[in-house]
């Protein structure tokens, strides 16, 4: 560069986040919360590649895809995209090993995903993500599942019911009820999609969408999907159905789905999370490929976006590989978490402190102190000194300016003794401790 000011002027692009140590800090919480709740249910972690065939992404999507994703050809002239979430990278790995896998398979995975769109509050450019899958399940055991690592996955955050939801609906039920509106198959897509943004259309705007496809009847349409989604609860739900005038096939089919909801929800109350996860049909889940139960989490108020979202799509892997396999799955987020973890005041705080400095005054001191040092940080503790000989008034006042609660003072009284002085700095107290290394050892184990 021709001066530090030109370098001084690269920015971070729009959407894409630094991380400063402090910032890498919570990064690191996130991911090691996610992991550790993956693991309890007995999860595997996979990855895959960050740069995928852009063919993946529009045979799964379709071509609309395209302008939502970081795309462009490579020196191989392949047209390639940065991936924008986990699942058809996981639909590929799976199908490739389908006939060999042991199922039910329970993966999951934390990688950064991107996305070509306009930054905003709780969406940017680049962002992580926990995807958490169960495959080769049929029964709503797995989606039981799945609901219940995620309610306990926002547990581990410090959060209860009073800060978090989990909405539940039924893409399945979706379908039958517009089939009883006379919705075709080809239309169905199209006027889900709508659906998923109902709440956040206007009357008038939501009446010109929908009038192609019910006419005369979209004001009594729209006033049906307004009763249907203010519904919280499973009875409330029973009776809607109950109410309509519906074909004896249609009839036989929405009962049977009511069942398995009725199955589903007696697995999440056995599981003691029932009092996390209600009925709510406004949950529709704008992607085309869900085929079942949906869910997404949101702030108790329902204030900012979801926390997390998933369901049930049972066609997806066959259609990427020709390996039919059903699969559910969720993913979260970093960036909204991050959010409603700092509106929570349930962040913790970032330090740069150390568990434990050591402080030293000639050569002769230092040699000791390197060694116990060493010896130490092999036994797992937090050990920092001073990297050049300064004083020891210096000394003391680093570790202080660090917030450091523990020193170890080698001075050369001590060492002619045979002893080191361990300080609480934040007590002030002191002790002497015989420079032995299992000894020293075994008195800091004592202090963590």
């Known amino acids: 560069?021709?001066?530090?000011?030109?370098?001084?002027?690269?920015?971070?692009?729009?959407?894409?986040?630094?991380?400063?140590?402090?910032?890498?800090?919570?990064?690191?919480?996130?991911?090691?919360?996610?992991?550790?709740?993956?693991?309890?249910?007995?999860?595997?972690?996979?990855?895959?590649?960050?740069?995928?065939?852009?063919?993946?992404?529009?045979?799964?999507?379709?071509?609309?895809?395209?302008?939502?994703?970081?795309?462009?050809?490579?020196?191989?002239?392949?047209?390639?995209?940065?991936?924008?979430?986990?699942?058809?990278?996981?639909?590929?790995?799976?199908?490739?090993?389908?006939?060999?896998?042991?199922?039910?398979?329970k993966w999951?995975?934390?990688?950064?995903?991107?996305?070509?769109?306009?930054?905003?509050?709780?969406?940017?450019?680049?962002?992580?993500?926990?995807?958490?899958?169960?495959?080769?399940?049929?029964?709503?055991?797995?989606?039981?599942?799945?609901?219940?690592?995620l309610v306990d996955t926002l547990r581990a955050?410090?959060?209860d019911f009073e800060d978090f939801k989990v909405r539940l609906s039924d893409r399945q039920l979706w379908i039958l009820f517009l089939k009883h509106w006379n919705v075709g198959d080809e239309q169905m897509t199209p006027v889900l999609s709508i659906m998923d943004r109902m709440t956040r259309l206007k009357k008038d705007q939501l009446e010109i969408q929908l009038t192609s496809y019910f006419g005369e009847s979209t004001a009594h349409f729209i006033d049906t999907v307004e009763e249907l989604m203010a519904i919280n609860s499973e009875s409330a739900l029973v009776n809607f159905f109950a109410n309509l005038k519906l074909s004896e096939s249609n009839k036989q089919l929405i009962d049977e789905r009511l069942?398995?909801?009725?199955?589903?929800?007696?697995?999440?109350?056995?599981?003691?999370?029932?009092?996390?996860?209600?009925?709510?049909?406004?949950?529709?889940?704008?992607?085309?490929?869900?085929?079942?139960?949906?869910?997404?989490?949101?702030e108790a108020r329902g204030e900012g976006r979801a926390l997390a979202g998933g369901g049930r799509y049972d066609d997806l892997i066959d259609r990427l590989t020709s390996n039919a396999m059903e699969a559910v799955g969720f993913a979260m987020g970093d960036v909204t978490l991050l959010d409603l973890l700092e509106s929570k005041g349930k962040l913790p705080n970032f330090s740069q402190k150390r568990d434990?400095?050591?402080?030293?005054?000639?050569?002769?001191?230092?040699?000791?102190?390197?060694?116990?040092?060493?010896?130490?940080?092999?036994?797992?503790?937090?050990?920092?000194?001073?990297l050049k000989h300064v004083s020891f008034s210096k000394q003391f006042k680093e570790a202080n300016q660090r917030g450091v609660?523990?020193?170890?003072?080698?001075?050369?009284?001590?060492?002619?003794?045979?002893?080191?002085?361990?300080?609480?700095?934040?007590?002030?107290?002191?002790?002497?401790?015989?420079?032995?290394?299992?000894?020293?050892?075994?008195?800091?184990?004592?202090?963590?």
């Open 259 to 298: 069942g398995d909801l009725a199955s589903l929800t007696q697995l999440i109350n056995s599981m003691e999370i029932g009092h996390y996860v209600s009925i709510d049909f406004s949950i529709v889940r704008g992607l085309a490929y869900y085929t079942g139960f949906v869910f997404e989490a949101f």
């Open 405 to 448: 609660p523990f020193v170890l003072i080698y001075g050369n009284e001590e060492i002619q003794k045979g002893m080191v002085k361990l300080k609480d700095f934040q007590t002030g107290e002191e002790c002497l401790i015989e420079r032995n290394q299992t000894a020293l050892l075994d008195k800091l184990k004592t202090l963590f």
């Open 157 to 159: 955050f410090d959060l």
């Open 1 to 105: 560069y021709q001066n530090l000011d030109q370098f001084m002027n690269f920015e971070t692009l729009p959407g894409f986040r630094t991380f400063y140590p402090e910032d890498c800090f919570l990064r690191n919480y996130i991911f090691n919360i996610w992991r550790s709740s993956a693991h309890t249910y007995n999860f595997s972690e996979y990855d895959a590649p960050t740069l995928e065939p852009l063919e993946l992404y529009k045979e799964k999507s379709g071509e609309e895809i395209v302008n939502q994703l970081f795309n462009f050809k490579d020196k191989g002239d392949r047209a390639v995209a940065l991936r924008p979430e986990m699942t058809p990278s996981l639909a590929r790995l799976v199908g490739a090993k389908a006939k060999s896998l042991k199922r039910p398979v």
């Open 108 to 149: 999951f995975s934390i990688g950064e995903q991107f996305r070509y769109e306009r930054p905003q509050k709780g969406r940017l450019r680049s962002f992580y993500q926990f995807n958490v899958d169960i495959l080769g399940e049929a029964g709503v055991g797995a989606d039981a599942e799945l609901i219940a690592c």
């Open 356 to 386: 434990i400095m050591i402080l030293f005054s000639e050569d002769e001191a230092r040699s000791c102190a390197l060694a116990d040092a060493q010896f130490l940080r092999r036994s797992g503790m937090k050990i920092e000194y001073p």
